[in-house]
């Protein structure tokens, strides 16, 4: 593959391709879940749907975070819907009860069967690990630690967001878009550059000082950084001796955004998940120092403006990739990998490429 050149326009609209991803990206790498203050007593749990996985993150008996797949051993019925507390986990269907350890406590009839072994239909199970009070998630059970492939990221994570453990999820974080009619890869393609920024996000750039801002790659991440912004600006407008004044954003490989902007303590933690080979859910949330709400030109901003300018970017490039005119586009990348640089997309396509490996054709 020429690897100054995008992927070819079918690894964005071709099914058989979007199949291997999730067998062989998807299903095989880290993906952000929640945080940890969510499930913070025995019984606890979240729910993250995953392509055709649906996935329960709950806090066990022996207090420790446990991953279990969302169905029941019996008849594959979902069992826990969003988020909540359980004593244990019974099966809306026949009623199968499991504990929150994943055993199964109690099958209907089941002591009239002969040589039925409860142990034999324990709810199967994944990884769950965290970082910084963040949970991940990894169906493949043989993965590799996070922190391990992740080299380096907790630690620039720490060292940039001084107000990281005083963050909490925002109760009740709804208002933001979420579905987009585009393949996934668009938009954390769109997520990873900012060479658009100025045509596209004016606002954006009023609020960043942009000749300040520089992109670096690493192992399975990358990092966005503008070093300064401007307090009165078009975005929304912060006071001139706020605690934050620079910008971050990082992208960890395959599906995890999150980063912080100037004049506010909170950083967004979201994942970019496809639910077919042309939609895609971003879902996420922001957490908050000391439990603050966000400020209201904020939120306006992020909400109604830019992710709303966004959203129409990656859904254009989507009905574009179709074109019988169009197939590879050059990366632009500088030498400086300055703000307007494209090479943490070219570090994407990268990692899309290794992970799906030969897949045949002109590539």
């Known amino acids: 593959m020429n690897t100054n050149k995008s992927l070819p326009s079918r690894y964005y609209h071709d099914p058989e391709i979007h199949e291997k991803e999730k067998r062989?990206?998807?299903?095989r790498n880290w993906h952000y879940a929640g945080h940890v203050s969510q499930v913070i007593n025995p019984g606890d749990y979240l729910t993250l749907q995953l392509c055709?996985?649906?996935?329960?993150?709950?806090?066990?008996?022996d207090d420790q975070l446990k991953g279990f797949f969302n169905v029941c051993r019996h008849r594959a019925h979902k069992l826990l819907e969003g988020s909540g507390s359980v004593k244990s986990i019974t099966c809306p269907y026949h009623a199968w009860n499991y504990s929150r350890d994943g055993e199964l406590n109690h099958a209907r009839n089941a002591e009239k069967?002969?040589?039925f072994d409860k142990s034999e239909y324990c709810l199967s199970g994944f990884q769950?690990?965290?970082i910084c009070e963040f949970i991940f998630v990894n169906l493949d059970k043989n993965a590799a630690p996070l922190n391990d492939q992740a080299d380096g990221f907790e630690k620039d994570l720490r060292q940039r967001v001084p107000?990281?453990?005083?963050?909490k999820p925002i109760q009740n974080d709804t208002g933001r878009p979420s579905t987009i009619n585009a393949n996934w890869k668009i938009v954390v393609d769109n997520y990873l550059e900012c060479y658009h920024c100025t045509k596209a996000h004016p606002a954006f750039v009023n609020l960043i000082e942009m000749e300040h801002y520089q992109i670096e790659i690493y192992d399975i991440w990358s990092r966005q950084y503008a070093s300064s912004a401007n307090p009165k600006n078009k975005a929304y407008e912060f006071e001139e001796h706020a605690t934050i004044q620079d910008m971050?954003?990082?992208?960890?490989?395959?599906?995890?955004a999150l980063g912080y902007l100037p004049g506010v303590e909170a950083l967004f933690f979201s994942s970019i998940l496809p639910d077919t080979v042309d939609k895609t859910t971003r879902s996420g949330h922001w957490l908050v120092a000391d439990g603050k709400a966000l400020p209201?030109?904020?939120n306006d901003f992020m909400n109604d403006v830019l992710f709303m300018e966004d959203i129409a970017l990656c859904e254009s490039v989507q009905r574009g990739l179709r074109s019988q005119s169009y197939d590879q586009g050059p990366f632009m990348i500088d030498p400086d990998h300055s703000g307007i640089s494209e090479i943490a997309v070219q570090?994407?396509?990268g990692l899309i490429q290794k992970g799906l490996g030969d897949i045949g054709g002109n590539i």
């Open 24 to 27: 062989k990206i998807l299903y």
């Open 52 to 61: 055709d996985e649906s996935l329960i993150i709950i806090r066990g008996n």
């Open 113 to 115: 069967m002969k040589g």
């Open 128 to 130: 769950v690990t965290t």
């Open 163 to 167: 107000f990281l453990d005083r963050l």
């Open 248 to 256: 971050c954003f990082w992208f960890l490989w395959p599906t995890t």
């Open 296 to 298: 209201k030109n904020f």
């Open 347 to 349: 570090h994407f396509h």
